[in-house]
């Protein structure tokens, strides 16, 4: 709806005089269909036919607000990544009242020429200088990229490491150069460690309690480091694992865990069941969103103190056994945020081998996905209304 404004707005006070009535009354106009869609750059060696195919809007289709939006963000990426780091898109929209249509014209022109002097960190009172400057994708002498800034700040929100709401600012501010800016990068730390500590009965283990210490961000340096243990009067269990996403200092994962597992016979389980051992883990990012991992694990397995009761299958897999085991993992993640997405998605192909050694041989293939869709794309106007319901009930 292009032609779509609001006519009026206006408050009265209730009666009890403690809160106001607002009336807001929306002319939304006729919907409007698109007649044309055109790509004109002035960029030279930038062919506005070659970022045509990006506009995700043709003619015939409805107008759409957002589908204009997103254009705008494919061509600015598409010509950045192209080496034309100061381009920008400018849509014009040229309405035809009486047919009802709206003739859509990205303009592709160059923009002025900016370059990042420094980057200024600030607010981080534990976190070390360096665990935030590696999340910067723009460095000193890079081009002013705006892209790379709002990427820079979602690579930050996604350590978990900051406050969720307001955790995260980056802004420009000027210097003595006319094209030259500082990014100035303020953080609002938050709690990284969790101790949890807790207790119950289980009718295969008995009472038990368990325990449990976890650090995001291991003295300020971004390792990831826990250990846990279950204490139960059927069965224990211990694990301890660190993981550091820039071993090195550079763009690899590394690190390893220990487990130990001590399962007796139970009224469920007719043995007992001793495992343990431990992985390696290495990784690399290939961008953004592509990542590959390669994890090594070395256990040993014992099946002891069998029932009279125990099938032929539980008899077969009685005595020790040892595992093997090289796997992978890739994985492609376009989920808007990764500790609380709503939309976009992410899949990972993983495949294990194991038979390098020990008594265990197989081969094992895995694939999982999981797609995030917004409620407002589905319920539409619905959400919309039932917000406006929550809000009356409330006041």
Do not use: M, W
């Not at 990012?285 to 125990?310: C, G, K, M, P, W």
Request: charged fraction near 20%; proline fraction near 3%.
């Amino acid at each position: 709806y292009a032609d779509s404004k609001i006519v009026s707005a206006t408050a009265q006070l209730a009666p009890d005089r403690k809160s106001f009535f607002l009336t807001c009354v929306v002319d939304e106009g006729a919907r409007y269909h698109v007649s044309s869609v055109t790509v004109i750059s002035s960029v030279p060696k930038l062919s506005g036919k070659s970022l045509r195919a990006l506009v995700p809007i043709s003619k015939g289709d409805v107008f759409d607000g957002d589908a204009i939006e997103t254009a705008v963000k494919k061509i600015s990426k598409a010509a950045q990544n192209r080496g034309f780091a100061f381009a920008q898109v400018e849509p014009d929209i040229q309405e035809n009242h009486k047919d009802h249509t709206a003739a859509i014209t990205f303009k592709v022109v160059e923009g002025p020429k900016v370059y990042v002097d420094n980057a200024v960190i600030r607010g981080n009172t534990r976190t070390e200088d360096s665990v935030v400057r590696r999340q910067v994708e723009l460095a000193p002498g890079d081009a002013y990229n705006q892209d790379a800034v709002d990427q820079s700040k979602q690579n930050l929100e996604n350590t978990g490491f900051f406050a969720k709401r307001n955790g995260v600012t980056i802004k420009t501010s000027p210097t003595n150069e006319k094209d030259r800016v500082n990014l100035d990068v303020n953080v609002q730390e938050h709690a990284t460690g969790q101790f949890t500590l807790g207790g119950g009965y289980s009718t295969d283990l008995g009472a038990l309690a368990n325990v449990g210490l976890s650090q995001n961000n291991f003295i300020g340096t971004g390792i990831n480091a826990s250990i846990t243990a279950l204490l139960a009067q059927r069965g224990t269990q211990f694990n301890l694992g660190v993981t550091n996403p820039y071993f090195l200092g550079r763009n690899l994962i590394a690190g390893f865990d220990l487990f130990r597992t001590d399962t007796y016979n139970t009224a469920s389980y007719v043995f007992s069941e001793r495992s343990i051992g431990g992985d390696v883990r290495v990784g690399f990012r290939y961008n953004n969103h592509v990542s590959q991992a390669f994890t090594y694990t070395l256990s040993e397995r014992d099946i002891y103190n069998l029932s009279s009761a125990a099938s032929v299958y539980i008899l077969s897999q009685q005595g020790r056994t040892t595992l093997s085991q090289l796997g992978t993992t890739l994985t492609f993640d376009y989920r808007d945020n990764r500790l609380d997405p709503s939309s976009g998605e992410v899949l990972s192909l993983s495949s294990d081998f194991a038979g390098l050694g020990g008594t265990a041989k197989y081969v094992r293939l895995e694939a999982r996905g999981a797609y995030y869709i917004p409620l407002e794309h589905l319920l539409g106007d619905a959400l919309d209304e039932l917000r406006a319901r929550v809000v009356a009930l409330v006041h």
